[in-house]
């Protein structure tokens, strides 16, 4: 099919990464290896740092670290990315208690950082490791949590912490917290850690995922516009969420109902309305949506991710003219159901074409199945 971006296959990560590591290492070869894939969230945007629903899925585009654990306090790491920030080789210490690992430059090497601080076991070893990676860097397919993962599944390889998967997630999201400064709830890391083949999960408040069959392919529509929640209005959106459950009363937006909403109205301001608006109702559609999933309605699964679309761009204003475009042009496509960037399996060619001819950026599809969360590969 034209203009459908191939999906670089593990082994072919792999195989490129130990050559890489090689090449900088005198000679000497990784000794383990593993994966840990990007995400695409389905349905419930927002809803995660509001202890909400999410419906995501783990994607096929993984971070791959080849690495080997070496004697001393030295850590090396190395990315084969392009798009990360240079220098793209970094070295450091282990941290100790008199020296925490701290946040620097260049910004990627953070991510690792991040988790090395974080990681649940000790004495964690000297090591050296090669990042190679199939997931676009800030193409909202979560590149970021699944190399935090990857670099923990690392570590899992050289000094063992107790398997605790949840626990792993929630090191990962702090990682991110402290030494990435975004403060993004655990749906992403969560996903990597825990997806499972060919199904999409709904995780939930108390961190318990319940996987939904069903899904088979999703096209994912990268809009390839910079559009993403970062710098300060990530923070602005989380902060009016909370500031809407305060006066509502409830510890998080996921114990408010509507009514509840509707009876608060005149102590809100206008924008602080609409975000709680969005965030409720995004909760209960996620849950309905789970539930369309698993009798196989995607005609009621497509309506409320339309819906979703709408209440993201008019109440919580996180769209932008370009993804609005796409998912006009993609709506107008007989056979596809629901439209925040993905379609049916069979509609995808009239897709494509379609989207193409009516978008006026440049869009990158790629043809996705739903697929295994972090592992360990053999070498
Ligand atoms: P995303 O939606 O892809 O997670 P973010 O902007 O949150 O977007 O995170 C992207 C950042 O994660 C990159 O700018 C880079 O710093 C880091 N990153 C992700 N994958 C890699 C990688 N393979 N090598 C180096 N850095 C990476």
Redesign the pocket.
């Known amino acids: 099919m034209a203009n459908i971006c191939p999906i670089k296959n593990i082994a072919d990560l792999v195989f490129e990464a130990r050559r890489v590591y090689r090449e900088t290492f005198d000679g000497d070869d990784a000794n383990v290896a593993l994966c840990a894939p990007?995400r695409v969230n389905l349905i419930g945007e927002h809803t995660d740092y509001n202890e909400g629903f999410v419906l995501p899925m783990a994607l096929p585009m993984v971070?791959v670290i080849v690495g080997s654990k070496i004697s001393g306090q030295k850590c090396c790491v190395v990315?084969?990315?392009e798009?990360?920030?240079e220098p793209r080789v970094v070295h450091f210490d282990l941290p100790n208690e008199l020296a925490p690992l701290l946040r620097g430059q260049p910004?990627?090497a953070n991510?690792v950082k991040g988790v090395v601080q974080h990681y649940r076991a000790r004495p964690i070893p000297g090591f050296r490791a090669v990042?190679?990676?199939s997931?676009?860097?800030?193409?909202?397919?979560?590149?970021?949590?699944?190399?935090e993962v990857a670099v923990y599944t690392f570590l899992q390889q050289l000094c063992p912490d107790d398997g605790d998967q949840v626990a792993k997630a929630v090191a990962c999201q702090q990682a991110e917290h402290t030494h990435?400064a975004?403060p993004c709830g655990i749906m992403?890391q969560f996903v990597s850690v825990l997806g499972k083949e060919g199904h999409a999960c709904v995780v939930t408040v108390r961190l318990t995922v319940n996987y939904t069959v069903k899904v088979i392919v999703i096209l994912i529509n990268n809009s390839n516009v910079r559009q993403?929640l970062?710098g300060s209005e990530y923070p602005t959106r989380r902060k009016q969420c909370e500031e809407a459950a305060t006066i509502l009363g409830k510890k998080s937006l996921r114990e408010a109902t509507l009514q509840d909403l509707e009876a608060a109205k005149d102590r809100l301001d206008g924008v602080t309305y609409r975000r709680a608006r969005h965030v409720i109702e995004e909760i209960e559609r996620t849950a309905q949506a789970a539930e369309a999933l698993k009798r196989g309605d995607y005609k009621e699964f497509g309506r409320l991710m339309v819906e979703s679309h709408n209440s993201l761009r008019d109440n919580y204003e996180v769209s932008c003219p370009e993804l609005d475009e796409l998912v006009a042009a993609a709506l107008e496509v007989d056979g596809v159901f629901r439209s925040r960037m993905t379609g049916r399996a069979h509609a995808m060619e009239r897709a494509v074409k379609h989207i193409q001819k009516k978008y006026h950026g440049s869009p990158t599809f790629f043809i996705t199945t739903p697929s295994e969360g972090a592992h360990a590969l053999s070498l």
């Open positions: 990007g971070t990315t084969q990315t798009a990360a920030d910004n990627w991510y990042i190679a990676n997931v676009p860097l800030g193409g909202g397919l979560s590149s970021s949590a699944s190399l990435a975004v992403d993403s970062t």
